[in-house]
């Protein structure tokens, strides 16, 4: 069972992934702020790693949607902005891409790069090493978050990776299941059908 904080970060990411969801967001932005459960710092996090799955239109609007419902202050300044040197984040990313994809970590890279060279390289530059390794928010919420976005987004192949994800960064089984639940938002077919990935 998720607890509130991340229950409450995995909304958002769904709310985010979609702009139908937009003014839900902003409402869920602002009772997220109130709630006292999570940092704005976490919620940042969260929505900016949006434009990895969902696109950068939706990073963005995510982003109007927190400064609106969320503004920053001095108070909010995350550590997660300061400069690493370069190879500091290439192994951050290396070290975070071989713990999510585990014993399959060289197919799963051999197979992106087999699809495109650019695609692969991008996925560890601009996926694992600037975004999924920031810190500021830890891999088990992330590959939640994640994995509730591509139930709604309905991208079948990803979500089975970062369930998979999930699973090697350390989620359990009922976490999994609720955020792909909380993707689903209600709707049966995407339900059954990720549910079948977590099994």
């Given amino acids: 069972m998720m607890n509130q904080r991340t229950k409450i970060l995995v909304e958002l990411s769904v709310l985010a992934a979609r702009p139908e969801h937009h003014d839900r967001l902003r409402e869920s932005l602002s009772e997220a702020r109130a709630s006292g459960h999570l940092k704005r710092e976490e919620a940042y996090e969260c929505l900016l790693q949006l434009y990895l799955f969902a696109g950068f ?28 040197s370069y190879p500091q984040f290439v192994e951050r990313g290396q070290k975070l891409f071989e713990q999510v994809y585990g014993a399959n970590a060289e197919r799963v890279r051999d197979e992106i790069r087999s699809l495109s060279i650019e695609l692969g390289a991008w996925t560890m530059t601009d996926g694992y090493s600037k975004t999924l390794s920031r810190p500021g928010l830890d891999a088990i919420t992330r590959e939640l978050a994640v994995v509730a976005a591509l139930t709604q987004l309905g991208w079948d192949r990803q979500l089975f990776s970062h369930i998979l994800g999930a699973r090697n960064v350390g989620a359990t089984n009922d976490e999994i299941e609720e955020a792909i639940s909380i993707g689903a938002m209600g709707d049966e077919k995407k339900l059954e059908r990720a549910m079948k990935f977590s099994r």
């Fill in 57 to 84: 239109p939706a990073a963005l609007e995510a982003m109007r949607a927190l400064r609106s419902a969320w503004p920053e202050t001095d108070d909010d300044k995350p550590e997660a902005r300061t400069s690493v």
